[in-house]
């Protein structure tokens, strides 16, 4: 089993910057490419991006592209979403995942283990 635990969360105006946090439990980190997802109210569950085992690959939904970046330490069993440039309409909860499998999945039924969630808030 993998226990994620997310924070960082807050409330921001529009223009700044969060960066959450994503601890793993577990000795087999570095055997999952690492997801973010978020959920508005009344939303489904929406791709942010996700980071491949080694790190050397990324993917970002288009919404977020170049606003947001991944990033992970397996040392520290550790993945990070830095959030610049920071929007109303990126208001939702947001979650780190993993997942086993092979190739970088866009969708949040392929992914083994999800954490709680941490609240973002962006006002305009």
């Known amino acids: 089993q993998v226990q994620l635990v997310e924070s960082g969360g807050g409330s921001v105006q529009a223009g700044g910057s969060l960066r959450l946090s994503c601890a793993a439990s577990g000795r087999t980190f570095s055997s999952y490419a690492m997801g973010w997802f978020r959920q508005a109210p009344g939303k489904e569950r929406e791709f942010v991006g996700v980071i491949s085992r080694s790190g050397v690959s990324t993917a970002y939904a288009d919404s977020v592209k170049g606003r947001f970046t991944i990033s992970r330490n397996n040392a520290e069993n550790t993945v990070y979403l830095q959030m610049n440039s920071l929007k109303p309409e990126d208001t939702a909860v947001y979650y780190c995942?993993?997942?086993?499998?092979?190739?970088?999945?866009?969708?949040?039924?392929?992914?083994?283990?999800w954490g709680q969630g941490t609240q973002v808030t962006v006002s305009s």
């Open positions: 995942a993993a997942d086993s499998g092979r190739i970088l999945s866009r969708t949040p039924g392929e992914y083994d283990y």
